[in-house]
C-alpha cells in the first residue's frame, strides 16, 4: 500500500514525526547504525546566535591594508556595522522605546554572566575577533573630547564593553550594568539622534522615577561627530531623529569585570584588542564625566542611617535649577563650559556596599 503524501512545513522541510519515520528506515551496518548516504549538499554550519562572519571579513580587510600612522574613518566603522548581523535584545526593557519589546543591541568585549557570577569574553566577540579589534582601535585613535589635555593613565578612555546598538532610541533610563563613565558615538547618515543627559541626577535613592526628572536639568550632548564622555548612572535618553540608520556605540566598564578568570586575561589585547582598567581608574574617570557636564555639589546632607535601616534620603537633594535653558527648556552645554566642582562620588550613586561586583 502506498504510504500517504506528507506535505512540506513552512521551512521546507517534512514535520517531525515523518523526519522520525524517515531516520528509523534509514540504511543501517550490521552494528545497526546509521550508514553514511553520500549527497551532495553541503555539511550544515551552526553559527553563533548573533554577529556575523562578513562583517568580521570586511573589520579583518579594513585592519590588514590600515598603516601604522593611518585612522580607521567613520565609514569604516560604519561598513562594518552595515555587515553585522544585529540580534533582537528583550532583555534591556527599561530603554525600549513605548510599544516595542526589543532593540537591535549586542555587547562585545567583557560581559558578566549573572546567574554565575562570572565575568567571560562575549560569544560574538570571541566568534568575530576582528569586529571588537576594530571598534577597539576606533576609540583609541579618536579619543573623547573631555580626555584631551589628560596624561598617564586617562589619556586613553578605559573601558571593558562596547554595546553597539542599531535604530535605537533609547528612552530615559540610567545605566545599571556598568561602572559609569561611558564614551558614546553615534554614526550614520541620519538628523537629531542626540544624547540629552541629566548630569545632576543624584540616583534611584533621590529620584526613583526617571521620568520626574525636569527637561530644564538636562543638557544635550551631541556625539554624532566626536566621542563624549558621560556619566552613565545619571539619566539620559536619544533625542528624536529622522533619516538613515542610525548605530550607535558606547563604551563602558562592566560591573563584575574583575571576576573575569586570570586564563581568560592573557590573550585579550592580542586578540581582541582589549585591556582591563584598574579599578582606581575608574573612580577618576568617574569625577571627570560628572565634571565635564556641571554636576553640582550636593546641597543637603543625607540623613544618618540609623542601625538596621534605610536612610530616606530627601527628595530634592543634590538637584539645583539650572540657570539658563534654550527654548525647549533644554540647557545647551559643551564640556568643559563649568568649572570643575566636586560632585557627589560617582560611587554613592551604587547601591551599598559598594563593589564592582552585580548591577544592572
Ligand atoms: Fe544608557
Given at each position: 500500500m502506498a504510504r500517504p503524501k506528507v506535505d512540506l512545513g513552512a521551512d521546507g522541510r517534512k514535520p517531525r514525526m515523518a523526519r522520525k519515520r524517515a531516520s528509523r528506515a534509514a540504511p543501517r551496518d550490521a552494528d545497526g547504525k546509521k550508514k553514511a548516504v553520500p549527497t551532495d549538499k553541503p555539511p550544515r554550519v551552526r553559527l553563533p546566535r548573533s554577529g556575523s562572519l562578513s562583517a568580521d571579513a570586511v573589520a579583518l580587510t579594513i585592519l590588514d591594508g590600515l598603516g601604522v600612522d593611518q585612522r580607521l574613518t567613520d565609514e569604516d566603522v560604519i561598513s562594518v556595522l552595515d555587515a553585522w548581523k544585529f540580534s533582537p535584545n528583550y532583555r534591556r526593557v527599561n530603554v525600549c522605546p513605548e510599544g516595542e519589546k526589543s532593540v537591535q543591541s549586542d555587547m562585545l568585549g567583557i560581559v558578566r554572566i549573572r546567574m554565575y557570577a562570572k565575568a567571560v569574553v562575549a560569544v560574538s566577540t570571541r566568534a568575530f575577533p576582528a569586529v571588537t579589534r576594530l571598534l577597539c582601535r576606533y576609540i583609541r585613535e579618536q579619543q573623547p573630547v573631555e580626555l584631551s589635555g589628560q596624561t598617564g593613565s586617562l589619556k586613553n578612555f578605559p573601558f571593558t564593553t562596547i554595546c553597539v546598538n542599531k535604530g535605537y532610541k533609547a528612552k530615559r533610563h540610567r545605566d545599571v550594568n556598568n561602572i559609569g563613565p561611558c564614551a558614546c558615538r553615534a554614526l550614520g547618515d541620519f538628523t537629531g539622534g542626540s544624547l540629552l543627559h541629566w548630569p545632576r541626577d543624584a540616583g534611584p535613592r533621590v529620584v526613583k522615577d526617571v521620568k520626574d526628572l525636569d527637561l530644564a536639568d538636562a543638557v544635550t550632548i551631541d556625539h554624532t561627530k566626536k566621542f563624549h564622555v558621560f556619566h552613565g548612572m545619571r539619566a539620559h535618553e536619544v533625542t528624536p531623529y529622522s533619516g538613515g540608520t542610525r548605530y550607535s556605540l558606547v563604551y563602558f566598564t562592566a560591573t563584575?569585570?574583575?571576576?573575569?578568570e586570570d586564563h581568560l586575561k592573557v590573550d585579550l589585547y592580542d586578540k581582541y584588542g582589549l585591556e582591563l582598567p584598574p579599578p582606581e581608574l575608574l573612580e577618576e574617570l568617574g569625577t571627570l564625566a560628572d565634571n565635564a557636564w556641571g554636576a553640582p555639589a550636593p546641597t543637603a546632607k543625607r540623613p544618618k542611617r540609623k542601625s538596621g535601616t534605610r536612610a530616606a534620603a530627601p527628595k530634592s537633594a543634590n538637584v539645583e535649577t539650572p540657570k539658563s535653558g534654550n527654548a525647549e527648556g533644554v540647557a545647551k552645554s559643551t564640556p568643559g563650559e563649568h568649572a570643575a566642582i566636586r560632585v557627589r562620588p560617582w560611587s554613592a550613586l551604587h547601591s551599598p556596599p559598594f563593589t564592582l561586583g552585580p548591577l544592572h
Amino acid at each position: 500500500m502506498a504510504r500517504p503524501k506528507v506535505d512540506l512545513g513552512a521551512d521546507g522541510r517534512k514535520p517531525r514525526m515523518a523526519r522520525k519515520r524517515a531516520s528509523r528506515a534509514a540504511p543501517r551496518d550490521a552494528d545497526g547504525k546509521k550508514k553514511a548516504v553520500p549527497t551532495d549538499k553541503p555539511p550544515r554550519v551552526r553559527l553563533p546566535r548573533s554577529g556575523s562572519l562578513s562583517a568580521d571579513a570586511v573589520a579583518l580587510t579594513i585592519l590588514d591594508g590600515l598603516g601604522v600612522d593611518q585612522r580607521l574613518t567613520d565609514e569604516d566603522v560604519i561598513s562594518v556595522l552595515d555587515a553585522w548581523k544585529f540580534s533582537p535584545n528583550y532583555r534591556r526593557v527599561n530603554v525600549c522605546p513605548e510599544g516595542e519589546k526589543s532593540v537591535q543591541s549586542d555587547m562585545l568585549g567583557i560581559v558578566r554572566i549573572r546567574m554565575y557570577a562570572k565575568a567571560v569574553v562575549a560569544v560574538s566577540t570571541r566568534a568575530f575577533p576582528a569586529v571588537t579589534r576594530l571598534l577597539c582601535r576606533y576609540i583609541r585613535e579618536q579619543q573623547p573630547v573631555e580626555l584631551s589635555g589628560q596624561t598617564g593613565s586617562l589619556k586613553n578612555f578605559p573601558f571593558t564593553t562596547i554595546c553597539v546598538n542599531k535604530g535605537y532610541k533609547a528612552k530615559r533610563h540610567r545605566d545599571v550594568n556598568n561602572i559609569g563613565p561611558c564614551a558614546c558615538r553615534a554614526l550614520g547618515d541620519f538628523t537629531g539622534g542626540s544624547l540629552l543627559h541629566w548630569p545632576r541626577d543624584a540616583g534611584p535613592r533621590v529620584v526613583k522615577d526617571v521620568k520626574d526628572l525636569d527637561l530644564a536639568d538636562a543638557v544635550t550632548i551631541d556625539h554624532t561627530k566626536k566621542f563624549h564622555v558621560f556619566h552613565g548612572m545619571r539619566a539620559h535618553e536619544v533625542t528624536p531623529y529622522s533619516g538613515g540608520t542610525r548605530y550607535s556605540l558606547v563604551y563602558f566598564t562592566a560591573t563584575g569585570y574583575t571576576w573575569l578568570e586570570d586564563h581568560l586575561k592573557v590573550d585579550l589585547y592580542d586578540k581582541y584588542g582589549l585591556e582591563l582598567p584598574p579599578p582606581e581608574l575608574l573612580e577618576e574617570l568617574g569625577t571627570l564625566a560628572d565634571n565635564a557636564w556641571g554636576a553640582p555639589a550636593p546641597t543637603a546632607k543625607r540623613p544618618k542611617r540609623k542601625s538596621g535601616t534605610r536612610a530616606a534620603a530627601p527628595k530634592s537633594a543634590n538637584v539645583e535649577t539650572p540657570k539658563s535653558g534654550n527654548a525647549e527648556g533644554v540647557a545647551k552645554s559643551t564640556p568643559g563650559e563649568h568649572a570643575a566642582i566636586r560632585v557627589r562620588p560617582w560611587s554613592a550613586l551604587h547601591s551599598p556596599p559598594f563593589t564592582l561586583g552585580p548591577l544592572h
